[in-house]
């Protein structure tokens, strides 16, 4: 499921984009956004949809989420609290595959939260079309956040861990 957060960060792409529709799909969860513009002197709308929870978005307000959704205060507000993470770097998946977070199924992980890295500190493994790619961490500093589970599918691009640098 898309934290608030990066929706927000889609609806702001999209809008400052041309496209007029936009429809992503992860792990069973859609959301398309479609601008529209009814009358002018009306601001457009851009409005997201998710199989599992609808969101209606207006450029000039806070998301609100449907009442038939059964999201709690505590869930929704959550992703606003882990943003209050302290970090300096993300390191980003340089291709899709997938992730591991060690060499093998029986070896301790590379890293964990509060681990310090160096710029060519292994962090993770990518595997693409049966080739596994070592990521560094690219900067000196500690992780704070992992953004990523073993085995999950990532996409290019896409934050597996935050650091907050030296």
Same mark, same amino acid.
């Given at each position: 499921?898309?934290?608030?957060?990066?929706?927000r960060e889609l609806i702001k792409?999209?809008?400052?984009?041309?496209?007029?529709e936009f429809t992503y799909e992860?792990?069973?969860?859609?959301?398309?956004?479609?601008?529209?513009s009814e009358d002018i002197g009306?601001?457009?709308? @851009?409005? #997201?949809?998710? =199989? /599992?929870?609808?969101?209606?978005?207006?450029?000039? %307000?806070?998301?609100?989420?449907? *009442?038939? +959704?059964?999201?709690?205060?505590?869930?929704?507000?959550?992703?606003?609290?882990?943003?209050?993470?302290?970090?300096?770097?993300?390191?980003?998946?340089?291709?899709?595959?997938?992730?591991?977070?060690?060499?093998?199924?029986?070896?301790?992980?590379?890293?964990?939260?509060?681990?310090?890295?160096?710029?060519? @500190?292994? #962090?993770?493994? =990518? /595997?693409?079309?049966?080739?596994?790619?070592?990521? %560094?961490?690219?900067?000196?500093? *500690?992780? +704070?956040?992992?953004?990523?589970?073993?085995?999950?599918?990532?996409?290019?691009?896409?934050?597996?861990?935050?650091?907050?640098?030296?």
């Amino acid at each position: 499921m898309l934290k608030v957060q990066e929706i927000r960060e889609l609806i702001k792409l999209i809008d400052q984009s041309s496209i007029d529709e936009f429809t992503y799909e992860t792990n069973g969860t859609t959301v398309s956004m479609k601008k529209t513009s009814e009358d002018i002197g009306v601001k457009p709308i @851009t409005r #997201v949809e998710t =199989v /599992e929870q609808p969101v209606e978005i207006s450029k000039t %307000e806070e998301p609100k989420v449907s *009442e038939s +959704v059964e999201v709690t205060k505590s869930e929704a507000v959550e992703p606003e609290q882990q943003s209050v993470v302290d970090y300096d770097y993300e390191i980003e998946s340089p291709m899709v595959g997938t992730l591991y977070t060690a060499a093998s199924p029986e070896a301790d992980s590379y890293v964990q939260k509060g681990s310090k890295v160096q710029k060519d @500190t292994v #962090v993770c493994i =990518v /595997e693409a079309m049966k080739l596994f790619n070592e990521i %560094e961490a690219e900067v000196n500093g *500690e992780i +704070v956040e992992i953004l990523v589970e073993d085995g999950e599918l990532v996409e290019y691009g896409q934050p597996l861990f935050r650091v907050k640098t030296k």
